[in-house]
């Protein structure tokens, strides 16, 4: 071989060599700018799941996938299930949907029930094989360009799945009057959910300001929104009593007429009480009703002279300061009105719970105390409920480990000996009653500050062991409000951050995630006609 011709095939060899190693690296570079091309339609699309798709509270998996499902005129609502009586309840729970949507949408949404196969386009309500793993709330909801199909083991959760489809329609579904030129769209995705804690509230004082039936109801279905399944109504305290008894007529002539500075007094008839607990059943909201005792109780003292020790009426209450008031533990009248009370009450409550406070009861000893709570317990469980009491209730040795402790600070506690359950209310998070900042117009600070950032980051089990937690619940005390705009103010936003605590595990839940969603979902506060609070921390 000549040196001249070994050296044409050096070069030749060298550069089909480097033909190939630029080429190589060009496909590198175009696979990596491919990637880099795919991560940023990852990002887009994660943008875009926030803003069509900003669910409160986080389900437990979303997939996001492809396309929309398209809401016309011609969507028909399909509910299936195995038994005639869950098909009625889930006629009307897609009766619901179908009002939901038509009020916004201006389409006269029928419901149909299932027979064999849907066409395309529908939407489907079924509890007809469900994992039973998704429990009482889970739900299982396939959107696709096709259809929606929503699927549960009880009509309860195919309700909580249904809040999630209004979620992530376009905010103007919210509208109470019809909007033109929207593209009802629902992004399509598949998504399996249920909540970590049983029990998610929020308590409504009305016996400092009084709120009608209708306010209630309001604030039931704003809850209900948010997958919340308890609602505990406030229902007696030193400056007003707000619930019929029939028994005891005077509490309500006589001791519902105050309230905090003679502001707003008023109470709920026995009727309006069961409509309140209808709406909230319809709304799969259990309502636990209290009576507080045996302090906070002036309203009652001041209806009824033979309550108090020198068998004349106390003068109503209209200030704010507490403990001063008790019932009487030692003498069996007490127990009388106590048991006609709890009778007429436990007659009008489906649930299994009652309230009987316990709180800040400082003007009766620690050992009438106790005989009282123990004998109040006892009426309770006569009528077939269960009590349920704020700190130190469970200190009283009648209270026992079958009875659930309302948790709101860090006073000594016998609920974790005696293994009770426990829902957590501790004030310096979960009360929406604080101010947010100091310059808020409403709210009270004794307890703190609490703006939406610090509502949202904590968690039950900073205040209880994770196997005594029932739940969360969100007081709003009402010393400070007397319109349901100010009660908005109060409970909105800070109320979704205390719903996804409830629903969403800790390990899912962050404040910059939430707060983006929060922002994204504004919309639908302020088209639901929220007065919610603008917080500056929350981006607004
Ligand atoms: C404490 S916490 C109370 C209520 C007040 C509230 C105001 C608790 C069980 N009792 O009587 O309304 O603070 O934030």
Known sequence: MSKRFFGITLILAVAILSFFVVGLLMVDSFIQKQGIEEEAVEIATSVKHVKHAAIIPLPLN???????????????????????????????VARYLADCISQSTGYLIGVLDAKDIIPKGSILLSTYDAEPNLGIEGYELDVNEDGVYLLAVTPEGVFRGIQTIRQMLPPEIELSNVSEGVMWEIPCARIVDWPTYEERGMMLDVARHFFNVEEVKRVIDLISRYKMNRFHLHLTDDQGWRIEIK??????????????RNERGGYF?????????????????????????????????????????????????????????TLMPREEITYEFIDDVIREIAALTPGPYIHIGGDEAHSTTKEDYDYFMGRVYKIVKSYGKEAVGWGPFDTAPGIPSSAVLQRWNKDKTMAEEKNMNIIVSHAQKAYIDMKYYKDSPLGLTWAAYINTKTAYEWDPTDYAPEQNILGIENPLWSESIQTIEELEYLAFPRLLGHAEIGWTPKHMRGWDDYSDRLRAHEKHLKYQGINYFKDPIVGW
């Open 62 to 92: 979303y997939e996001a996938l492809p396309g929309n499902f398209l809401l016309t005129d011609r969507t028909t609502i399909y509910v299936s299930a195995r038994d005639e009586e869950k098909i009625a309840e889930l006629r009307r």
């Open 247 to 260: 028994s005891w007529p005077d509490l309500t002539t006589i001791g519902g007429k105050s309230s905090v």
């Open 269 to 325: 008839t026995q009727e309006d009480y069961t409509e309140i607990v209808n709406y909230a059943q319809e709304r799969y909201i259990t309502v636990i009703p209290e009576i507080d005792m045996p302090g906070h109780t002036n309203a009652a003292l001041a209806s009824y002279g033979i309550l108090n020790p020198d068998g004349l009426r106390k003068p109503p209450y209209t200030a704010m300061l507490v403990g001063f008031s």
